[in-house]
Nanobody, 115 residues
Framework: QVQVVESGGGLVQPGGSLRLSCAASGNIFSIYVMGWYRQAPGKQRDLVAHITSGGISDYADSVKGRFTISGDSAKKMVSLQMNSLKPEDTAVYYC?????????WGQGTQVTVSS
């Protein structure tokens, strides 16, 4: 039916960069919002950034100025460029496609920022 696949996670040193990508396939259309969330051990899943079908983006204060979200709802793709990474960015990152009140989540990809 619907598959959401993420890629791009890994281990990076503080100050480094990573780019996460996510693509959906199957019976999903009219996507209103795409986004990225992250979850650190023992914590809840929090919003990192989202972008609407109209191209309006928003970011958590903790990543503003360092991360950039981009995407194409028609192509069912969303990316997250992460620069100036900090150890506190370490988490499992999940992409999201929102359509008519339903969430479609990626499988999660680990991002570890450590020296």
């Amino acid at each position: 039916q619907v598959q959401v696949v993420e890629s791009g996670g890994g281990l990076v040193q503080p100050g480094g960069s990573l780019r996460l990508s996510c693509a959906a396939s199957g019976n999903i259309f009219s996507i209103y919002v795409m986004g990225w969330y992250r979850q650190a051990p023992g914590k809840q899943r929090d919003l990192v950034a989202h972008i609407t079908s109209g191209g309006i983006s928003d970011y958590a204060d903790s990543v503003k100025g360092r991360f950039t979200i981009s995407g194409d709802s028609a192509k069912k793709m969303v990316s997250l460029q992460m620069n100036s990474l900090k150890p506190e960015d370490t988490a499992v990152y999940y992409c999201l496609f929102y359509q008519s009140g339903r969430n479609y989540w990626g499988q999660g990809t680990q991002v570890t920022v450590s020296s």
